[in-house]
């Protein structure tokens, strides 16, 4: 069997000498202004970051946005939708969705990313499949670097999992930059306490 | 078998091309440059990174069965493959079990290594590489030139003409946004028809059991949450410990590969979606043979950012194709041998020796201490070339005898005064292609010395 065959190649062959596992230290900085350094590398990262004082009108910035936006779909229940998600069998159906609201965190002000769990999306695939992402991001959830974002979240609590950092680039056409390559083709975070508004 | 010094010479026949790769490469070290400085514990957080790779290496086995054990529990189906065959094999008996008729695929070297794209298609199963710019390279069926931008090597205009040729764009387009566009609305066709997905993995966190994938496109998640069945495969060496590991990694990875503060996907994927299927292959092929040799096993910590190719004088100068590998560049060079020692020693030769690759390796991988053992055992294995063996044995002989040395010294500051130029430069003189010889001195320094000082 190649597993057994496998583990004792690598016992024989491994260094003897023992490597003791390193503690990471957090790396925070306490005088960082974690909000303003969060907003300014989102939208380094291609991301437009709004904040609104009442989560109530997130339908109005949504709609000032992108005025002649499709179906939207968001498991939220105060966001308007076109679309049930409980209902929806087969992911691919998502394919139509124009814009996806969903609610995330921690936020990471170091690289602008959001942690969005299985738990947020209802599909896995809503945040990629959708034509524009929104993302509610409470200020009061942002670290400052990804040592303490993954002290907040226990990865394997939920079946899947992802930081997302701005919209679907890529730059492999001869380093030119490209937003919208294959997933979400823009991502817009709404800064807004919202713990109580779900 | 071309060496890479031959295909080099091909690559750099035309030099504003080899300029314009020689630039972008760069333009993309500097960009890594910018974000790490930016970064008071970079240097910190490298050496964190080796050293959690060292605990790694030492405990690999422990930590794989951790891993197992984990993923089993998460109800992750989890196979072990010895070779590049048994991974091939693997793959497809889970593909047919489905009756799996088109896959798509995210960036994965490790399926670039076993040529898993083409055993599959000849068991006529459709695969469609995800990545664009893999797509790119598949459809002009040819391999990756580098591990992070797998067509650095292409030209907009090549593209567009292929895209013409293939996703029928209007002929003589090359503007990237459009073509970008063409291949978006091309793979969400493949995403939505698609029976399985199969994604490469940066990192598999042994306590946790899960793996990791990063993208910036979001293909790999297009592809694992639209089909019923998800495999990643990866090989041995991708194991952390702890998922905090991941804070170290994932701050090192972007920056270093790209100068971008983190990918824009960082998937974690540790259960099947409901009624669905998730596989995990762990590929040896080679590893643990690397894994027993002291002085190279360093390089099993590659984290496959490809910093040290962006920075190498000689990948930037003689591009991807000419290392002959799926990994090309410095890394390449130093995995390769212990592959095939006959087939890539020449690799660890490609190289200057400058370091630049050490130093910005995000592991601290000794990339150019290795390329110098490397080039020992292929010399203690006569692996030479007849040439240059004799030319070093000659050399050798000459340099241990002084008066030898001297006599032929005397002999050539004359005789480069007064030959004509075809006896200096012709095909014996390597070194004179593209290169003028140094004016002789009247005399040489031992001369100098006993003339000068008999005078004091």
Known sequence: MSRSAIIDAIRRNKPAAPAPLPGIPVFANDGADMLETFIATAETGGSQVIRISDSRDIGTALSIRFPDAGIIASPLLFIDTHINLEAVQNPAELEQVDIAVIRGGPGVAENGAIWISEADCMHRVLPFICQHLFVLLDPAGIVQNMHQAYERIRIEKQGFGVFIAGPSKTADIEQSLVTGAQAARSLTIFLTAFSDSK | ?456
């Open chain 2, 1 to 456: 078998m071309m060496e890479h010094a031959q295909k080099a010479s091909r690559f750099i026949e035309n030099e504003s091309r080899t300029d314009w790769h020689d630039a972008s490469l760069w333009f993309i070290r500097t960009k890594r440059d910018r974000v790490a400085h930016n970064i008071p514990e970079w240097e910190q957080l490298r050496e964190l990174a080796s050293q959690i790779k060292d605990n790694v290496l030492a405990n690999l086995d422990a930590y794989l069965e951790q891993f197992e054990a984990q993923a089993l529990k998460n109800g992750v189906k989890v196979h072990w493959a010895a070779d590049a065959e048994a991974h091939n094999r693997i793959v497809h008996d889970i593909l047919a079990g489905h009756g799996v008729r088109r896959l798509v695929k995210s960036k994965s070297m490790l399926t670039e290594e076993c040529h898993l794209n083409e055993y599959l298609s000849r068991q006529g199963i459709e695969v469609v590489d995800t990545d664009l710019g893999e797509r790119i390279i598949q459809l002009r069926e040819e391999p990756p030139s580098h591990i992070v931008m797998p067509a650095i090597h292409l030209k907009k205009e090549e593209i567009g003409e292929l895209f013409y040729e293939k996703l029928h764009t209007e002929k003589g387009a090359t503007d990237p946004a459009y073509l970008t566009e063409a291949a978006r609305r091309h793979l969400r066709e493949k995403f939505v028809g698609a029976d399985a997905a199969i994604t490469g993995v940066n990192f598999a966190v042994a306590e946790t059991g899960g793996v990791v994938v990063c993208t910036n496109e979001g293909n790999a998640d297009m592809g694992v949450h639209l089909a019923p069945l998800q495999i990643h495969c990866m090989g041995i060496e991708k194991i952390i410990p702890r998922a905090a590991d991941l804070g170290v990694f994932t701050r090192l990875l972007a920056r270093s590969a790209t100068g971008q503060p983190v990918t824009i996907y960082t998937s974690h994927y540790h259960r099947p979606g409901p009624g669905r299927e998730m596989h995990i292959v762990i590929v040896d092929n080679g590893r643990s043979a690397q894994l027993g040799r002291p002085d190279f096993r360093n390089s099993l910590k590659c984290i496959r950012c490809g910093a040290c190719m962006n920075t190498c004088p000689v990948y930037r100068r003689s591009g991807g194709h000419s290392y002959g590998y799926t990994i090309p560049g410095p890394i390449g060079s130093i995995l390769t041998p212990g592959i095939d020692l006959k087939k890539y020693g020449d690799l660890p030769f490609a190289s200057s020796l400058c370091g630049s690759c050490s130093d910005v390796c995000p592991v601290r991988i000794d990339i150019h201490q290795q390329l110098y053992r490397w080039r020992q055992v292929v010399v203690k294995e006569g692996g030479l070339p007849l040439v240059k063996r004799l030319v070093l044995n000659g050399a050798a002989w000459m340099l241990s005898r002084p008066a030898v040395y001297g006599f032929f010294g005397k002999l050539m500051r004359k005789a480069m005064r007064r030959l004509p130029r075809r006896f200096l430069y012709n095909r014996f003189n390597e070194w004179g292609k593209g290169r003028e010889l140094p004016e002789p001195p009247r005399q040489s320094f031992n001369e100098w010395h006993k003339q000068n000082r008999s005078r004091s």
